[in-house]
Structure formats: structure tokens, C-alpha cells
């Protein structure tokens, strides 16, 4: 039960600072998509490494035997990095064109595509709830953004949802690998290769320089520190005590903390008709991740999943 209820706290405060993160994700646009994206995952990385090296250190050679090598994580490691770069890079580009309060309730719809995830390619029982939840969730995406028909659905709506769409891979990742593998020494490598892919990008579609990205350090380090060095970290050593269909609804309050950011820290607003949408997510997300309801058992995994 203790251990439950750390993995909760941990996951809340990921939650905290990938919602607030999502302003400085915004403010790093001004260096372009590509390059802030490989800039903040290589100083994520650098962050991470003395760290890995001091707990590592630490470990007995009884903890370092249950683990898996770096070299049994390297497939993984570059599999969840494609997936991470996919991700941030429809959220980066997604961000040009909406708001930092959309971007985080649009991304929020992975919690309802977790469990129908489960139910395909893992065979996991999904709940009567999270049919109910997942047409809630589609009538507030319709008051967020099609109002006006598919006409009104913009570039930035489409690209977060198909960043929506790999957080849900990225979530069943991260419960994999928890528990197979040391968080800080997985999360630090993936973070090296998520930014050396994304630094093709860089070079290719924008024009990097030192001084562009020392201007715009304030986004960079919170983005490099906080989002990841701290927060995906934070979520691998939570989601290693919560499963992932708890963790969603843990981790889905960062739609929240992203609306009161972009509105304090941004001055963005949204229409009545937006905020109607925003609260028909969440309350679907909500539904989707509480309680088992009507009596409805879960199908615990059968350790026959591959991912």
C-alpha cells in the first residue's frame, strides 16, 4: 500500500510538470520544433548521467544481476525513443497552431486509448465505462474543436491527436520496461537517442546556432530538467508500483495543470464553448480510470504480452 501510494505522489508530480512544461514547450518554438526538441533531450540526458552513475554505485551486485544490461536495453531504448520523438515532434508542431490549454486536453485523450489498447493487442477485459467515457470524450472533442465541422479541425488538433495516439504506446512501454530495467539508466539513454534523432531534423528544416539557443535558455532548461530529466523519470519509478491504467488518470491531470499555466503564465483564454469541451474530456477521463463498477472484473495481464 505504501509503495502504491508513492507511486501515486511521483505520478502526479510527472503530471505537474509535463502540464506546466507544455508553456515552455510552446515558448520553445521560437528555436524551431526539431532543434529545441533534440536541444532538451540531450540536456536531459547529461543531467541524467552522474545520477545514473551514482545509483548504479549503489546497488548491490544481487540488484545489478536482476536487471537488465544496457546492451539487453538497447532494442527497447530505441524503440521507445522513435516513439518519443514521433510524440513530441506532433506536439511541438502541434503547439504552433493551438493553445497550450487545448494541447493539454487533446493529448489527455491517450487515458481512453489506453485501456481500448489493452483490449486489442493485449487481450485485457475493458470496463462498460470506458465505452461510455471514450463517446464523452469524442462529443468534448467536438466542442473543442469541431464546432465547425471538420472544416474548423486544425493542424495542430490533428497532430496532437496523433501525438495522443503514440503516448498510448509510449505508456505500455514505460510499464514493460519498469519493471525489467533501472528507470534512471533506461530513461537517460532514451533521452541521448530521442535527441540524436531529432538532430537530423534540426539540421535539415531549421538553422540552429549557439546563440539561438542560449537566448531562449529559460524553455530549454525548464524543458531538459524539468519534463525530462525529472518527469519521465519520475514516471518510470511510479509507473514501476502503479499499473498503467491507474497511472493514466494519475498522469491525465496534466491537462489541468497545463489550462491554469497557459492561462496564468501565457494570458490564453478560451471560449465557453472550448471550456464545455475540456471539461467533457476530463470528466470522461475520469470515468474511463475510477472504479470497476456493475460488479465488472479485470483481466490482469497474463505475462503474455510482447511490446
Known amino acids: 500500500m505504501l509503495s502504491r501510494f508513492k507511486g501515486d505522489i511521483l505520478l502526479i508530480i510527472a503530471a505537474f ?16 520544433p526539431w532543434t529545441f526538441s533534440a536541444t532538451r533531450f540531450l540536456i536531459g540526458a547529461a543531467v541524467l548521467f552522474p545520477i545514473v552513475v551514482f545509483v548504479r554505485n549503489k546497488k548491490s551486485p544481487e540488484e545489478r544481476e536482476n536487471e537488465m544490461t544496457v546492451r539487453e536495453m538497447l532494442p527497447g531504448v530505441l524503440i521507445v525513443a522513435a516513439d518519443l520523438v514521433l510524440m513530441v515532434i506532433c506536439q511541438q508542431y502541434g503547439l504552433i497552431y493551438t493553445t497550450v490549454g487545448k494541447a493539454g486536453f487533446i493529448t489527455s485523450l491517450y487515458v481512453i486509448g489506453v485501456p481500448i489498447a489493452g483490449l486489442v ?9 470506458v465505452w461510455v467515457a471514450a463517446v464523452i470524450s469524442v462529443i468534448g472533442f467536438y466542442f473543442i474543436s469541431l464546432t465547425g465541422g471538420f472544416e474548423a479541425l486544425s493542424k495542430g488538433d490533428i497532430l496532437l491527436l496523433i501525438g495522443a495516439c503514440t503516448c498510448v504506446v509510449f505508456v505500455y512501454l514505460m510499464e514493460y520496461f519498469a519493471k525489467r530495467a533501472d528507470a534512471c539508466t533506461f530513461t537517460c539513454l532514451q533521452f541521448l537517442f530521442t535527441g540524436l534523432f531529432c538532430l537530423p531534423g534540426a539540421l535539415i528544416f531549421e538553422e540552429p546556432s549557439f546563440e539561438m539557443i542560449k537566448a531562449a535558455w529559460a524553455p530549454v532548461l525548464y524543458a531538459g530538467i524539468g ?81
Open 227 to 307: 519534463i525530462c530529466a525529472a518527469g519521465y523519470t519520475l514516471q518510470m519509478i511510479g509507473q514501476k508500483y502503479v499499473p498503467s491504467e491507474r497511472a493514466t488518470i494519475l498522469l491525465s491531470t496534466e491537462s489541468l495543470f497545463s489550462l491554469f499555466s497557459g492561462m496564468v503564465l501565457l494570458n490564453e483564454a478560451l471560449s465557453l464553448r472550448e471550456y464545455i469541451g475540456c471539461a467533457l474530456i476530463f470528466a470522461a477521463v475520469i470515468l474511463a480510470e475510477t472504479g470497476t463498477g456493475d460488479g465488472e472484473v479485470i483481466v490482469k495481464p497474463t505475462g503474455q504480452e510482447k511490446l
Open 17 to 32: 510538470v509535463y502540464g506546466s512544461g507544455l508553456v515552455a514547450q510552446s515558448e520553445g518554438n521560437n528555436l524551431g
Open 121 to 129: 493487442f493485449l487481450r485485457r477485459k475493458i470496463r462498460k465505462r
